[in-house]
């Protein structure tokens, strides 16, 4: 079992960044594939981006492409979102989550075992 625990969400202008990271317990991190989704008020939670274990693949939803990083460090338990270019649609409650097998489909919900609390991220216009 793993416990997540996310940090980093703010209030930040459009156009501006922020980096989420996500710790994780136990010591068997790097045998779980990490995802990062998040859900605006009203809405369903949808995927933001995934990386695999072991090898480190990397996913991204259509809507952060080339302005979100996703990135895990084994040896630290980690993984974090770098977000850039931050528009006021980002705006929602971020979670991480973990798999502890590579999902078939990483952008599905019920694809992960474990998830966090949650953080803000409000970007304002």
């Known amino acids: 079992q793993v416990q997540l625990v996310e940090s980093g969400g703010g209030l930040v202008q459009a156009g501006g960044s922020l980096r989420l990271s996500c710790a994780a317990s136990?010591?068997?991190?790097?045998?779980?594939?990490m995802g990062w989704f998040r859900q605006a008020p009203g809405k369903e939670r949808e995927f933001v981006a995934g990386?695999?274990?072991?090898?480190?693949?990397?996913y991204y939803a259509d809507s952060v492409k080339g302005r979100f990083a996703i990135s895990r460090d084994n040896a630290k338990n980690t993984v974090s979102l770098q977000m850039n270019s931050l528009k006021p649609e980002d705006t929602a409650v971020y979670y991480c989550?973990?798999?502890?097998?590579?999902?078939?489909?990483?952008?599905?919900?019920?694809?992960?075992?474990?998830w966090g609390q949650g953080t803000q991220v409000t970007v304002s216009s």
């Open positions: 989550a973990a798999a502890s097998r590579d999902p078939a489909d990483s952008k599905r919900v019920n694809s992960y075992d474990y």
């Open positions: 990386i695999s274990r072991r090898v480190g693949i990397k």
């Open positions: 136990g010591r068997t991190f790097s045998l779980y594939s």
